[in-house]
Each structure stands twice: as C-alpha cells, then as structure tokens.
C-alpha cells in the first residue's frame, strides 16, 4: 500500500522548529499574521490559539493526543481559525494571553489554550487539555464544542465579556503610588525568601522547584550590604542542593528546567538556554561570596555545555533542548548498573554507581526504574570511606565521566531548538564574560564576543534596529524591551572583561534605541514592544521577574550601570523613574520583582566605581583588574584603559598612571579615594 505523507499546512513555511513540528497536522494551522486575523473577521469565526514551545514535553503531548487526531481536527478547522504561537519567538504575544488565561482560571502554563474573538481579544482559555476528558479536566473535544455552542449562540455576550479582559489586561499597566525605592523594600523581600526556604533541600517553597536565580542574587546582594548570615545560608544550601541534584546534569553540566519533587531528584529534562545563562552566574557569585570551589565548577561545566551543544558554528547560542528522546521523556540521561559496568569494568563502575546514585531498583519509576545521576552524600565523606581524599576522589571521577558521556552521545540526542533570541543571548554573553572573570579562561569571553558580533551581524534590520530571533540564515521579528536590555547588559559585562571601548559604544546605542522606542513618556517605565504592530489587541509591560527577567528590570540593570560608566545622570534618572513608579507593586508583590530589586539594591548601595588606567595586556595592569573580578561587589561598576583612552569612557576621565605604573582610583558616593599601584593597596580599599 502507497502511504502518502500528510499534506503540509501554512506552517511549513516557518522557521521555528516548534511551528514546524506541526506542519503536517491535520489542523488547518495559520501562523499569527494579519491573514489569519483578516479570514476570522470575513468569516465571523473564533480563533483558537494555542501557544508553546519546541521543548515543552505537554505540547507534544497534547499535538499526538488532539492536533494529529483527524476528528478533533476536521471540527477546530470547521468552527475556528486555528493558530500556532511559538512563544519564544513572540513573547509579546505570550505576555497579553497567559495574563487573560490566568485572569481566566487563576493559573497558567504551556501549552496555552486560548480562545478570541474574530477581532483578536481573548475570551476563554485554559493550558493542555486532554483528547477526552481526565482526571477531572474536560477534553479537548468537549471544549471545542462547547465555545463553538456559545460562540453561535451568544456572540453578544462573549463580546462583552472579552472586552471586559481587555479593559483588565489595560488597567494592568496602569502604575500605582510612585515612591522612590528605599532599603525596607529588599530587606522585606529577603526577610520573605528566607522565611520559605527549605531547609534540608533548600530552595524556596514545594514542588516543583524552579531554579531561583534571581532570588538567589538578591539574597547574596542583600548578604554584601548587611552581613544577614541566614541570606547567605539560604543561597549556600540552596545551590549546594542544586547543583547536586538531578536537576544538574551529573555528566554533561548544565541544568533542566525544573524538579517535579522537592528534592532536586527528578527533573522535567528540557534545558533551557536562559535558565544555564543565569545560574552560571549565580553559581559564580556564590564561589566570590564564600570561597567555596565546587560552585565555581558547577559555572564551568554549565558554561563548557553550553559551548559543546548550544552554540551555532558562527556564534550565535541556541535556545533549548527537548525533554524527550525517541518519544520518550529524559530517556538520554537515564543509566543502569549493566550499563555503566559495561563501559567502566566491575571496580570503577561500583564507585561511580556508588558516588552517583545508579541503583538495580532504580530512583525513577517512570524511566523504567533506571537512575538519574545525583549525588546525595557529602564528597568529602565519601572519599574519606573509601581511603581516598577529596581530590582524589574528584580526580577519578573526572577521568570516568567523560567516557559515560561519550557513550551517551552514542544515543538519541532531544531535538535542539535552534533559534537565536537576542535576549537570551545577551544573557549568555554575560555569563560567559563572568567566566573569564572568574578564572575560567580566555575561550569564555572570545565566544561572548562572537555571540555578541553574530548578532550585531546578522539580526539588524535595513534601518540598523535589532530583529528578535534568527534561525536557518533568516532573522525576523522586530526585537523587543527585552532584547535591547540583556543585550546591553551582555555587552556591558563583556566590556568589563576585555576593555574594547566599541562594547560600550554598542550598548550606548541599544540603550539610547531602547528609550525612543519603549519608554512610556505618560504614565513612565517601559512597554514590551515598539508599538508598531497592528495585530496586537494591547501594548503591554513587561514587569513581573518570571523565568526570565521583566524586560523592565533588566532595562533600569543596564541603565544605571551605563549611566555610572558613562555619566549619564539623564539614564540614572529614567531607571529611578521606572523603580518610582512600580514601587506599589514592589511592595506589594516583592516575589514577582527580585531581579528588579537587585537594581534597587544596586542603586541604594551606593554604587562602587573602580577606574584602572594601563594597558589592559600589561601583567601589571590585569593584576589590578583582577583583584576586582575576584571579590564580590555586586554594586560596582569597572573600565580601564590606557592614558590614550582615558578620554572616551566617562569613568576614566582625568585619571592618570603614577610615572609609569598602572594606577587604580575607586570612587564610591562622589568621592574619590587616592588612587593606588599595588594589588594590596587596591584590595584594601575594595574591603573597606
């Protein structure tokens, strides 16, 4: 028999992987555009959108269960005009509907379900729904058939009532009291995480646990200004716990995107570009904070992963990884004593089984009974059983590793989303310059550098403004909020690591773009897109810290720094403007707002400011810049340059060398202190 392939819908055309892995369902699919849009409005019909993403395990769930059967598809294509949103690539999209879902039913999530009107405004909506209905959630048929029911039968009503989401969605945006921040705010938000911690898995809350970066850098910046011990303890357990857990990936590095248990056994396998991006740091901020080297080399592995698997040939970083391999879910990172003693021999496989936790019985159910990798004993306990010391120990298991990973890249690898987002580029650009920084080796910050020149390469449109998302040599999509912000910010810790002055002038310029285009002038902070799509039923701001950070809160992040390297008192000003104005919600709802009130706490401090005149190359001169990487100084801000640069980078105005030896001058709160030769004189006036 003569099996024909599905016949391709209009997502065929696309880039995203994700459209694409639904470009043979028979859903009459359209991506969003004004055609869509157009033929709902001709036809007097629902749309039904639904919005996911390419490593999302319950989107593929729910397109095997729903968006392939052929009955579920001839009546969404008879009743709707059907929709698919790859949320990466339209996060704008994303905001306005996942704040209608969750108005809708009090929570949200991926696969996002949501039903418009024919002229765009949400009026129903839910996240995955299952073919029939289970375990107390309705089918996906049934809910089908019910909007179309009432869609036919009370148009009027379902008008009004999306309406009334869109007025909800609008007055969202509307600031409330505006007050400067002040130090009350962080003390009150760190004095709240500390009072969730788990403490025996750390972490903030139950399951599941999401890594929390941004929770974890305000305690540590909080830490720094106050000496609060149990801040310190809450990041020290809670990376500890981390990092040993499933959740990190034993053999390759890097992170998954959450725990399913409240011990960081058991992840959901898809890794996240941003997630890796902003835990390197942190890991990184709590080795400058306590001295302790396993979470420095917990950052190395994950920023080494990133390099191996999720860079493109010409610099760009790619997105995510699947959760699912061979149609099953974290099946390439799952192991077996057999397999283990197959690669190792009985002796160094008993100690590697023993150290990682693979057991006959297994620690995951669902895999079959095989093992995660994780590590639940103390190393130095463990080596001092076995005669060895920890080194030892570390030693060993480092020549073993590698031999499990290669076989494991023998399997099925999950699909790897390869776009390049800007934003989460830029966050990646500044974790690797951070890893230069810390030690880690010249290699980090040259792939941030071509990162950061892939993007200004190929993802500028013909007027020179950014384009958000770039796959199979086709960028697209005009950036926004978000993109301009981590990527000033990426350029700004790139600059820190190797002084080329163009770094700055290429964030000057993202900041400047990010003003004209985004900064709300009538009621302040910024909105999350230019403004210039029709399509979209509302102009959102992006606030709330979620998995990523608020596009807002990483733009007052870069404009306070810039402002500080450049003395641009008119950005320091706008970033108090945004923090003024969100200050009811800072107060209110501290939780949704840690990466915003790290930059409260970076503005409070006040700011360290170390200029450093000599040639960055000179043993000399990068002697004096790296006593400043490697102590933790969340609010300072660093250039250096020789005499000849000293004029085109604000902070190193009228600084001199000291005859002909590099000189360090630290300024804190408009005053300056007398600049210094040697590194232990510079280290003094860091400390104090």
């Known amino acids: 028999m003569n099996h024909q392939p599905p016949r391709a819908n209009r997502l065929a055309g696309e880039t995203s992987p994700y459209l694409l892995q639904h470009a043979h369902n028979p859903v009459d699919w359209y991506p969003w555009g004004e055609e869509a849009l157009a033929r709902a409005r001709a036809e007097n019909k629902p749309i039904f959108l639904s919005i996911g993403y390419a490593a999302c395990h319950w989107c593929h769930v729910m397109e095997r269960e729903s968006f392939e059967d052929p009955t579920l598809a001839a009546f969404l294509n008879d009743h709707f005009i059907a929709i698919k949103v790859d949320r990466e690539e339209r996060p704008d999209l994303d905001d306005i509907h996942m704040q209608a879902v969750q108005m809708l039913t009090g929570h949200g999530g991926w696969p996002m379900s949501v039903f418009l009107t024919p002229r765009g405004l949400p009026f129903f909506g839910g996240t995955y729904f299952p073919p029939q209905d289970r375990h107390g959630m309705p089918g996906f048929g049934r809910v089908l058939e019910q909007v179309a029911r009432v869609w036919r039968e009370r148009p009027e009503s379902v008008e009004h009532s999306s309406e009334q989401i869109a007025q909800l969605i609008a007055h969202e945006q509307e600031p409330g009291e505006e007050r400067a921040p002040d130090s009350g705010l962080v003390m009150r938000a760190a004095r ?118 999720m860079t493109h040939p010409d610099g760009g970083f790619y997105s995510s990884q699947d959760a699912d391999s061979e149609g099953a879910e974290g099946k390439y990172y799952i192991w077996r004593p057999g397999e283990v003693e197959a690669l190792l021999g009985r002796e160094d496989a008993g100690l590697f089984c023993a150290y990682y936790g693979i057991t006959s019985d297994g620690n995951w159910q669902e895999g079959g009974g095989a093992s995660i990798l994780n590590v639940r004993h103390e190393p130095a306990a463990f080596a001092q059983e076995r005669g060895m ?173 810039l402002g500080l390297l450049l003395d641009r008192a008119d950005w320091r000003a706008a970033a108090d403007r945004t923090m003024a104005k969100l200050h009811e919600s800072l107060a209110g709802q501290p939780a949704a707002h840690h990466h915003m009130l790290g930059a409260a706490a970076f503005a409070l401090a006040p700011p360290l400011e170390v200029a450093i005149v000599g040639k960055p190359s000179d043993p000399a001169t990068r002697a004096l810049i790296e006593t400043v990487w490697r102590r933790y100084l969340p609010a300072r801000v660093l250039a250096a340059g020789s005499e000849a640069e000293t004029t085109a980078i604000a902070l190193l105005r009228g600084k001199r060398m000291n005859g002909d030896r590099p000189t360090a001058t630290v300024c804190r709160q408009y005053t300056c202190r007398e600049p210094v030769t040697s590194i232990e004189a510079l280290a003094a006036q860091l400390e104090g």
């Open 192 to 309: 709240g995480l500390v009072s969730r911690l788990d403490r025996t898995w750390g972490g903030f809350g139950g399951a599941p646990k999401f890594p929390p970066s941004m929770s974890l850098s305000l305690l540590l910046r909080h830490h720094a200004e106050t000496g609060d011990a149990e801040a310190l303890e809450a990041v020290t357990l809670t990376l500890r716990r981390m990092a040993r857990g499933g959740l990190c990936d034993q053999l390759g590095g890097g992170f998954h995107r959450y725990s399913v248990d409240d011990q960081w056994l058991v992840p959901h396998f898809e890794k996240m570009l941003y997630d890796n991006a902003l835990l390197a740091p942190v890991y990184l901020d709590g080795w400058l904070a306590t001295g302790e080297g396993e979470f420095r080399a917990v950052a190395f592995a994950t920023l080494d992963y990133v390099l191996r698997e």
């Open 389 to 561: 010391t920890e080194e030892q120990l570390e030693a060993r298991l480092a020549s073993l590793r590698p031999r499990l990973l290669a076989a494991r890249a023998e399997r099925v690898p999950p699909l790897t989303d390869d776009k390049v987002i800007v934003s989460w580029n830029g966050l990646m650009i500044s974790a690797l310059a951070r890893g230069t920084q810390a030690g880690g080796g010249e290699h980090y910050a040259l792939a941030a550098r071509r990162g950061a020149d892939f993007i200004q390469r190929a993802m500028r449109d013909g007027e020179g403004d950014l384009l958000h998302v770039w796959r199979a040599g086709r960028a697209q999509i005009r950036a926004f909020l978000e993109d301009y912000a981590n990527l000033a910010l990426g350029l700004i810790d790139l600059y820190e690591t190797t002084f080329d002055g163009e770094l700055l002038e290429r964030a000057a310029g993202l900041v400047q773009r990010m003003l004209e285009l985004f900064e709300d002038p009538r009621t302040g902070g910024f909105f999350t897109t230019d403004g210039r799509d029709p399509t979209l039923s509302a102009r959102v701001k992006d606030t709330y810290d979620g998995a990523t950070p608020a596009g807002n809160s990483s733009a007052v992040h870069a404009l306070l720094r």
